[in-house]
T-cell receptor
Framework: RKEVEQDPGPFNVPEGATVAFNCTYS??????FFWYRQDCRKEPKLLMS?????NEDGRFTAQLNRASQYISLLIRDSKLSDSATYLC???????????WGLGTSLAVNP | SQTIHQWPATLVQPVGSPLSLECTVE??????LYWYRQAAGRGLQLLFY??????ISSEVPQNLSASRPQDRQFILSSKKLLLSDSGFYLC???????????FGSGTRLTVV
């Protein structure tokens, strides 16, 4: 079983739609989680950290469920510019490295 | 804040040639540093990480090596490149696992 698993997609949604991505992790010692965004042929960029209480940044909401060991990302009112690959990341429990999912591809269509 | 500088942006090298990619860090001292490779359409593969000068951990056996001669410098090397070494190489810094990684802009290596 992969340490961090995501549905690879692709998710094809129309502009204005709400889309949700889930990610599961296997290391119960993981404490820190993040969502990154990667555009084609570019480096990943931090989208948001994920806190136990849930957090929101504009149209983006991240949730963490420690009991079920999953993380979610909700994007409301999708824009064309949201088209990218979204990477779920968790720490390895040793303060030295992060473990990456393979990413979920999102295409927002006009 | 932390900034990762990486160069060159693209590189085409023949099979059997050597490789040296350099990464430098600005804005923090004693960061954990990482080299990742991403093959086309694939996920990020951790190659090496370093928690300090001269300290290198290798994640996968391969044709590459890494060195950290200075606190803010991390180098990825190969003596003889293989076709399978082609990919997108990313250097990243980690201030702490609460903050996530900051990535350099990457080097796209094509071995021909």
């Amino acid at each position: 079983r992969k340490e961090v698993e995501q549905d690879p997609g692709p998710f094809n949604v129309p502009e204005g739609a709400t889309v949700a991505f889930n990610c599961t992790y296997s290391n119960s010692a993981s404490q820190s989680f993040f969502w990154y965004r990667q555009d084609c042929r570019k480096e990943p960029k931090l989208l948001m950290s994920v806190y136990s209480s849930g957090n929101e940044d504009g149209r983006f909401t991240a949730q963490l469920n420690r009991a079920s060991q999953y993380i979610s990302l909700l994007i409301r009112d999708s824009k064309l510019s949201d088209s990218a690959t979204y990477l779920c990341v968790g720490d390895a429990g040793n303060n030295r490295k992060l473990i990456w999912g393979l990413g979920t591809s999102l295409a927002v269509n006009p | 804040s932390q900034t990762i500088h990486q160069w060159p942006a693209t590189l085409v090298q023949p099979v059997g040639s050597p490789l040296s990619l350099e990464c430098t860090v600005e804005g923090t001292s004693n960061p954990n540093l990482y080299w990742y490779r991403q093959a086309a359409g694939r996920g990020l593969q951790l190659l090496f990480y370093s928690v300090g000068i001269g300290q290198i951990s290798s994640e996968v056996p391969q044709n590459l090596s890494a060195s950290r001669p200075q606190d803010r410098q991390f180098i990825l090397s190969s003596k003889k490149l293989l076709l399978s070494d082609s990919g997108f190489y990313l250097c990243a810094g980690l201030r702490g696992t609460n903050y996530g990684y900051t990535f350099g802009s990457g080097t796209r290596l094509t071995v021909v």
